[in-house]
């Protein structure tokens, strides 16, 4: 073969490497499918510590960077037909909501209506919002397809006509009051709400970021109250602010708590292999933040008995937890508990317990579910909310802005713990949701435990909702850095001789 045969048989066979996306997004796809790294190391015929180093930036190359292209390309497109099948959804719910309230106050027409989201119940059920009896469902969601049928309807007309006629008046049934969300409200154009209050203040205080950060945290509930408000403009449903509760959510006296258990850990390995060990406390970002992203009850709590779990509802179950027998290397998904027997948990926890008793893990068996008080549910219900926060924490990290950090981090703290009983916050009741929320951020940690054991690190001790020792190279299972979706270094330390 001459020279120039050579060098064309050469660029006959060269290539360019397959392109890939960037280390975050690899990590996303993987995680949005719910896929652990020794499962996609497994079908790659690699280890999961090299797949956690390609998520952490490094590349691959060869065959294996096809056939690891091939799988995210293939990853992004399951995920966006998804995502497309849903926005599709939620815009046939729309112009349902839309067609709904310019049609006349007429059960008979709107059963003839064709909509597949609509259907007749065999039998009356108590209606999502009010908790009268009603003929419809909406989205799974028994509800009154007639305004003037629906007790929540009937109040907001009430308290709309108050307001525009004379001063507003207490409640005839105080304690229960429901919020409009504005279905018809559509806005094209969201305003920056968090980026405008931080100007505002920062020019009211001359500059003085000290003062104005004060001040901010000072506001933050309104402020937060406010951007809910705003986020739920066009939301598909109704809630209810100020549901009646049942006993076991309200505090036993003055200072003491409800019933219900939040499964907070303070668990520690009791035994470490012998030599000396460097241990990193890790801290969670965010952890509250994130949380916001879990099934909550739209409307008021309902009472239901029997070992079965809906899940297309949400609230808090009275059940006898599994034993759990893998205390010497990864936490209880019920948290740090001393007694046994049946316990209060929330939708989150329960969840937990049925996912890691489930086929796929197999960790224990299944809670035995007592009673519950449920509501229908969702778990979009703040995800705008929440997206608006990490979008300006994001924004304010890039930045250096420490004053909009505070601010921000003020705003989802102060939200969550003050939804429950609390003088600080009087236009949400939702004590349910402060437990939800919270126990969702424990179990969140579970997870990130579990991962850190399902990928070769040794889990030492979790903590509250936030906190995570380990031994081992954490860089190639968790990114480091300040995202909500990243872990930071609390502190390293060692322990034992060598």
Do not use: C
């Given at each position: 073969?001459?020279?120039?045969?050579?060098?064309?048989?050469?660029?006959?066979?060269?290539?360019?490497?397959?392109?890939?996306?960037?280390?975050?997004?690899?990590?996303?796809?993987?995680?949005?499918?719910?896929?652990?790294?020794?499962?996609?190391?497994?079908?790659?015929?690699?280890?999961?510590?090299?797949?956690?180093?390609?998520?952490?930036?490094?590349?691959?190359?060869?065959?294996?960077?096809?056939?690891?292209?091939?799988?995210?390309?293939?990853?992004?497109?399951k995920l966006a037909a998804e995502a497309a099948e849903e926005a599709s959804a939620e815009d046939s719910a729309s112009s349902e909501s839309d067609s709904q309230d310019d049609a006349p106050a007429d059960a008979g027409q709107a059963e003839d209506s064709g909509d597949d989201d609509v259907d007749v119940l065999a039998a009356p059920q108590p209606c999502v919002l009010c908790g009268e009896p009603a003929r419809h469902q909406v989205a799974g969601f028994p509800q009154h397809l007639d305004p003037a049928e629906c007790g929540s309807s009937e109040s907001v007309k009430a308290a709309e006509t108050a307001e525009q006629t004379e001063p507003a008046q207490p409640q005839s049934e105080p304690g229960v009051r429901v919020v409009p969300v504005g279905r018809r409200l559509q806005t094209a154009d969201t305003p920056d709400l968090i980026g405008t209050a931080v100007a505002s203040v920062l020019a009211e205080h001359s500059g003085d970021v000290e003062s104005a950060t004060k001040a901010l945290v000072k506001r933050a509930i309104p402020d937060a109250m406010a951007l809910l408000?705003?986020?739920?403009?066009?939301?598909?449903?109704?809630?209810?602010?100020?549901?009646w509760m049942p006993d076991v959510l309200r505090k036993q006296s003055s200072r003491g708590a409800d019933q219900i258990w939040e499964a907070r850990p303070k668990w520690s390995r009791s035994e470490l292999p012998a030599g000396k060990h460097e241990i990193t406390a890790l801290d969670v970002n965010g952890a509250y933040l994130s949380a916001l992203k879990t099934h909550l009850p739209l409307g008021q709590l309902e009472h239901s008995t029997g070992n079965h779990h809906d899940r297309r509802r949400a609230g808090i179950h009275l059940i006898t937890p599994p034993d759990w027998e893998h205390d010497a290397y990864l936490p209880n998904p019920i948290g740090s508990r001393d007694e046994s027997g049946p316990l209060w948990v929330t939708e989150s926890t329960l969840r937990l317990l049925l996912r890691v008793s489930g086929p796929k893990y197999g960790l224990c068996d299944p809670p035995e579910i007592h009673e519950s008080w449920t509501s229908g549910a969702t778990e979009g219900l703040l995800e705008k909310f929440r997206i608006a926060l990490k979008d300006a924490r994001d924004r304010a990290i890039a930045d250096n802005d420490d004053v909009t950090l505070e601010y921000v981090k003020a705003m989802y703290s102060k939200f969550?713990?003050?939804?429950?009983?609390?003088?600080?916050?009087?236009?949400?009741?939702?004590?349910?949701?402060?437990?939800?929320?919270?126990?969702?951020?424990?179990?969140?940690?579970?997870?990130?435990?579990?991962?850190?054991?399902?990928?070769?690190?040794?889990?030492?001790?979790?903590?509250?909702?936030?906190?995570?020792?380990?031994?081992?190279?954490?860089?190639?299972?968790?990114?480091e850095g300040r995202g909500v979706t990243e872990v930071k270094v609390k502190d390293v330390y060692t322990v034992g001789t060598g």
């Open positions: 073969m001459t020279d120039f045969g050579a060098i064309d048989a050469l660029l006959a066979g060269a290539k360019k490497e397959v392109p890939l996306p960037s280390a975050e997004e690899r990590r996303t796809l993987r995680e949005e499918l719910n896929l652990s790294r020794a499962q996609l190391a497994q079908a790659l015929g690699v280890s999961p510590s090299t797949v956690g180093g390609w998520e952490s930036g490094r590349d691959p190359s060869g065959e294996v960077r096809e056939k690891y292209a091939y799988f995210l390309e293939a990853a992004r497109t408000d705003h986020s739920r403009m066009g939301g598909r449903y109704d809630v209810v602010a100020h549901p969550v713990s003050t939804m429950g009983e609390s003088n600080y916050n009087r236009e949400l009741y939702r004590t349910d949701w402060m437990h939800l929320i919270r126990s969702q951020a424990f179990a969140n940690l579970w997870w990130k435990a579990h991962r850190a054991y399902d990928e070769g690190l040794m889990v030492v001790r979790a903590m509250g909702t936030d906190e995570l020792h380990v031994i081992g190279d954490w860089r190639a299972v968790f990114a």
